[in-house]
């Protein structure tokens, strides 16, 4: 009997394991399942582009063409506006007008009293960002570049030396307007 016993206990002992195999162990275990695909679609991106600048001459204090040979002194400020088209277009764009970081060669008494800036204008508004209402496709910036000669704290060695001003790259840098 005991063996009888032995034999039963084994085979249910086998039988236990094949059910847990079944069920979860070996993953056969089958549920409904189905899937569809979603169409995908066309992308298309915009654009933030600025044309070639087109520049008047240097003025110096709003009023006089600059010319090689004129001296400016402490408090002068030379002014010289560009236009500069503009291509905009996107849902949500926006962007900010700046300037790069002006660099001038030349002794650092006159150069460290030098500044550069600029002002921009679009449609008649000055403001140096554009909103997803200026990036309405081909538009233009009005920039006017300036270029002062500190008034308050120049030195005296800054004086009767020459320094140039290299070129002025002007941006628009991307932003995400809601």
Known sequence: MT????HAMTGALAAAVGAVLLLGGAGTLAYWNDDEAVPGGAIASGELKLGTPVCGAWLLDGATTYTTGMLIVPGDELTK????????????????L????????????LTDELAASAVFTINGVTKTTITEADATGTGEIS??????FDGEGATNASQALTATLNSVTVTATQTHSS
Do not use: Q
């Open 3 to 6: 063996r009888t016993m032995n």
């Open 81 to 96: 506006v560009c236009t500069i088209d503009l291509i905009a277009t996107g849902e949500h764009l926006g962007a900010t």
């Open 98 to 109: 700046g300037i790069t970081t002006a660099a001038f060669t030349g002794p650092a008494a």
């Open 143 to 148: 920039a006017t570049l300036e270029v002062t």
